[in-house]
């Protein structure tokens, strides 16, 4: 361990950088009358602000639906920004969970967060794993 090694934990972790942490700008929230293009727009101003990563929620509405808010963030941020997505623990099952996954692979996501709930211990153990299943090519 890092105590052990007599290294601070960020170096013990492999960490090449200690004088500054990469943020990411978390939004992309459901609300009455937020477009897809209103939400290109909010992440756009993220970028705007120095963030080179944004996050943005997914799965409460159908896929087509989520499809078009992914499209409208992708292009507004670009494709040198990390576009990431928070489920919440949205989807009940693995074929629902591939549904929405098949429609944002051509956007790129950089993670898929929480895509199961915790509590169901058939899908679980996906949590851990789910970048490889949901953004490989």
């Given at each position: 361990?890092?105590?052990?090694?007599?290294?601070?934990l960020?170096?013990?972790?492999g960490s090449?950088?200690d004088?500054?942490v990469?943020?990411y700008?978390s939004?992309?929230?459901?609300l009455?009358?937020?477009?897809?293009a209103?939400?290109?727009k909010?992440?756009?101003s993220?970028?705007?602000?120095?963030f080179?990563?944004?996050?943005m929620k997914?799965g409460?509405?159908?896929?087509?639906e989520e499809?078009?808010?992914?499209k409208?963030?992708r292009?507004?941020?670009?494709?040198?920004v990390?576009?990431?997505l928070?489920?919440?623990?949205?989807?009940?099952?693995?074929?629902t969970a591939?549904?929405y996954?098949r429609?944002?692979e051509a956007y790129n996501p950089?993670?898929i967060?929480?895509?199961?709930?915790a509590?169901?211990?058939?899908?679980?153990?996906?949590n851990?794993?789910w970048?490889?299943?949901?953004?490989r090519?």
């Amino acid at each position: 361990n890092a105590r052990a090694a007599k290294l601070p934990l960020h170096q013990y972790l492999g960490s090449v950088v200690d004088d500054r942490v990469p943020a990411y700008a978390s939004g992309g929230y459901y609300l009455e009358g937020k477009t897809p293009a209103k939400l290109g727009k909010e992440m756009e101003s993220y970028v705007k602000q120095g963030f080179k990563a944004v996050k943005m929620k997914v799965g409460r509405l159908t896929p087509a639906e989520e499809e078009a808010r992914v499209k409208a963030a992708r292009r507004a941020i670009g494709d040198d920004v990390l576009l990431t997505l928070d489920a919440n623990n949205a989807w009940r099952d693995l074929p629902t969970a591939l549904e929405y996954v098949r429609r944002f692979e051509a956007y790129n996501p950089y993670w898929i967060e929480e895509p199961f709930a915790a509590w169901n211990k058939n899908l679980s153990y996906i949590n851990l794993f789910w970048l490889i299943i949901a953004c490989r090519r």
